[in-house]
């Protein structure tokens, strides 16, 4: 391997754990995560990062994206095109740059400038709706989903299951994550159905256990959302997979899992449900995935 070969991987990594915001967002949120932590062990702060607006009406709900990045802010785009070709749903983004001829497609534009890029957990609070569909950037909406903003006229928060339940390696240096029990599994944060005003018990841990565990999980948000989905009075529901469907490469990485999980797959069946499972000769015993 030559040396510029060798460089070149080495950049190509540093850009995969670092993300966008480079070197100086990451330091940047060092400092950040020092300070904050200080805050919560200090004066017990739940949310060092205050929302920005305050603005939604009590009627108001819409799809809300948080980009930043010229990829991600692109894929944002390409998502609430695929809403608008669908649905009248108004939608808004916070980002740090947006072309002219998006602009339209949005009632609200909020520019930012993040510090890491798990983002989200600091700007979840700046929706201006009341009812609010996050999406992640790289998300493609089929058909009208305007319905889903109904399950909060009974619950808090919705997100769907993601593929890891409880992750070994979280559970060995993360206690809180630990004392969850195994069958509340971890959600995906990519699609997010939440109520800002009943919602803010959840949004103010998720940031709390993510800058607290910030060091361990090296800037990863899923662990912190399982703890906040679980110590939060938000009254949270599962919705179906078809709301949250992903590639079959993200699929696939279930199954390097075991060696992550003590050997166990996290998706081992526990429970059969068919009839003939009593009969010795059944042919049937076969799993749906």
């Known amino acids: ?20 915001s480079g070197i100086t967002g990451y330091l940047r949120t060092r400092i950040r995560t020092f300070t904050y932590t200080h805050l919560i062990r200090e004066k017990n702060v739940g949310s060092a990062i205050p929302s920005t607006n305050r603005d939604a009406t009590e009627d108001s709900q819409g799809i809300f ?14 998502s609430a095109k695929s809403v608008r070709k669908v649905s009248n749903t108004p939608m808004s983004i916070c980002c740090d740059t947006l072309p002219d001829d998006a602009k339209s497609l949005f009632d ?39 319905h889903l903003f109904d399950i909060l006229d009974k619950y808090d928060v919705a997100l769907t299951h993601d593929f890891a339940r409880k992750r070994h390696r979280w559970s060995e ?28 018990d959840f949004t103010n841990k998720w940031k709390t256990y993510f800058y607290k565990n910030f060091k361990k999980t090296n800037g990863w948000d899923q662990a912190s959302l ?12 599962a919705l179906p997979t078809e709301y949250n469907v992903r590639s079959e490469n993200v699929r696939k990485k279930t199954d390097g899992l075991p060696k992550q999980e003590g050997g166990l ?3 081992r069946p526990r429970v059969l449900h ?5 009969d010795p000769e059944d042919k049937t015993k076969r799993y749906m995935f």
Not at 1 to 20: A, C, E, N, Q
Not at 65 to 78: N, R
Not at 135 to 142: A, I, N, P, R, W
Request: aromatic share 12%; net charge neutral.
């Open 65 to 78: 994206y948080i980009a930043f990045g010229d990829k991600y802010v692109s894929e944002a785009i390409h």
């Open 1 to 20: 391997m030559t040396y510029k070969v060798f460089i070149s991987k080495v950049k190509r990594r540093l850009s995969d754990i670092l993300g966008p």
């Open 226 to 237: 399982r703890i906040a989905l679980w110590h939060s009075s938000c009254q949270t529901y």
């Open 173 to 200: 240096i993360i206690p809180e994550y630990a004392a969850i029990p195994e069958g509340f599994s971890e959600y995906a944060g990519g699609v997010i159905l939440y109520h800002k005003t009943r919602a803010v």
């Open 108 to 146: 609200k534009v909020q520019i930012i400038k993040p510090e890491h890029i798990r983002a989200k957990v600091d700007y979840l609070e700046n929706t201006p709706y009341i009812r609010t569909l996050y999406l992640d950037s790289d998300t493609q909406v089929e058909e009208d989903i305007s």
């Open 274 to 278: 068919w009839h003939g499972l009593d």
């Open 265 to 267: 797959h996290p998706l």
